[in-house]
């Protein structure tokens, strides 16, 4: 069988590692690189940490406006298609990448999987949300990585042996990751900073970053934190602080520093006090490794984290944000909510089943152990 996978942007490396080793390991799987990120901090230090190989194509699209991005995609990737004649193209998550190769397989005779499937903040304005959604419309094997996500997929009429309920890869990912941070990351150490005595912040998505109102409000909330706050700059947000006016402010306040590779975000995540973020990846994440989140938006696709008392949505409110950063820390107990860190083998499981439920796991199966949790 021979798989197509596509990745493009940095969590999409997250999420594709522990997958593509599961793989590689029976079947042939052609790494396609959209190059919607590319800066060394956003994508060629993932490659050298998460050993896998390099892919096998860059399209080399880069960055541009949403539609000319997308199309560039489309256009590349459809070449690449043709040539590769794949069985399978292998999708992740919600980002233009996403929704370019969705479209080309759609379009083509291959399978169309997408991984972290059924996800819905049912917030239209956001770009990730059209992804989602037409993603899942035109993809022939969805897997979901929660319950929910299984539901929503029912609600818009997907079922009847589409949906594998897998668990979440991101999942399978920290367990490998946590322990190699902890052995081998000096990132607190070179920074200087002590585990729980800091507060950890990542932002760019689209709607904070693009209106300067709620980016300076979270910028101003952040910096009245009684703690020291250690922020990964996403380049988008360094653009956006710099046109505002807000860069050498934020500087003096906040301990700036550039993205950092996977490892070494980890070992930042688990040693924080709290996470105050508007990342997907990063409420989960949290989640796993015990670390309270305060969410820089006003909805979210990991509702699960919310219901269990370890994520708050706050949006861009300046004193919530404040409120929340302030609040003493407490751990409420944890549901076991995204799987037992074997998604990646369950969903090359069902890949190479053709889609079937034997010697896959069934969204039944996986629905009554969540049930019966
Ligand atoms: C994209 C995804 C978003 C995801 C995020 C992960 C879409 C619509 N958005 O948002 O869902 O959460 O990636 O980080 O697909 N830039 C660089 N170097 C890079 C990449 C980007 O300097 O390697 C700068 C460019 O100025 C670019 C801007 O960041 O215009 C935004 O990059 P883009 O990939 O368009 O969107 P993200 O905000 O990264
Ligand atoms: N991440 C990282 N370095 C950073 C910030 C984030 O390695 O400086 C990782 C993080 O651990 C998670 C992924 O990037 O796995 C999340 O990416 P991002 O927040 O950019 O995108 P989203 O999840 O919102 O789509």
Redesign the pocket.
């Given at each position: 069988m021979k798989v197509v996978s596509v990745v493009g942007a940095?969590?999409q490396f997250?999420k594709a590692f522990p997958v593509s080793r599961a793989l590689r390991e029976r079947h042939e799987e052609v790494l396609v690189h959209t190059g919607q990120h590319y800066s060394e901090t956003m994508s060629d230090v993932f490659f050298e940490e998460l050993d896998i190989p390099a892919p096998e194509y860059n399209l080399g699209v880069g960055s541009a406006s949403q539609g000319r991005q997308t199309g560039a995609m489309v256009s590349r990737f459809g070449e690449l298609v043709e040539r590769e004649s794949p069985d399978v193209i292998l999708v992740y998550?919600d980002t233009n990448s996403t929704l370019a190769s969705a479209i080309v397989a759609a379009k083509t005779d291959a399978s169309l999987a997408h991984v972290e499937a059924g996800l819905r903040s049912y917030n239209r304005s956001m770009p990730e949300e059209i992804n989602r959604v037409l993603t899942d419309h035109v993809s022939d094997l969805l897997f979901a990585p929660t319950q929910r996500g299984v539901e929503n997929l029912r609600k818009e009429g997907i079922g009847d042996g589409m949906v594998h309920q897998t668990g979440d890869v991101?999942y399978d990912a920290i367990r490998w990751a946590r322990c190699r941070a902890a052995e081998r990351s000096a990132v607190l150490d070179e920074h200087g900073l002590t585990t729980n005595e800091y507060v950890l912040a990542?932002v760019?998505r689209a709607g904070n970053t693009d209106d300067p109102d709620r980016l300076e409000a979270i910028m101003a909330a952040l910096c009245d934190a009684d703690r020291e706050v250690v922020f990964?700059i996403?380049p988008r947000t360094s653009e956006r602080l710099a046109e505002c006016g807000l860069r050498e402010t934020v500087a003096e306040c906040l301990t700036l520093i550039d993205?950092?590779?996977?490892v070494d975000?980890?070992r930042l995540?688990d040693g924080a006090e709290r996470v105050a973020t508007d990342?997907?990846?990063?409420q989960k994440?949290a989640f796993f490794l015990d670390t309270p989140c305060v969410t820089l938006r006003d909805e979210t696709e990991w509702v699960e984290t919310v219901d269990a008392g370890w994520n708050v949505l706050v949006g861009a409110d300046e004193a919530a944000i404040a409120r929340e950063l302030s609040r003493p820390v407490s751990l409420p107990e944890k549901p076991e909510l995204y799987g037992d860190g074997d998604a990646a083998e369950r969903i090359v499981a069902v890949i190479e089943n053709g889609g079937s439920e034997d010697g896959g796991v069934s969204e039944v199966e996986m629905t009554s152990r969540a049930t019966d949790g």
């Open positions: 940095r969590p997250v998550g991101m990542t760019h990964p996403h993205p950092v590779g996977y975000f980890v995540l990342s997907g990846g990063v994440e």
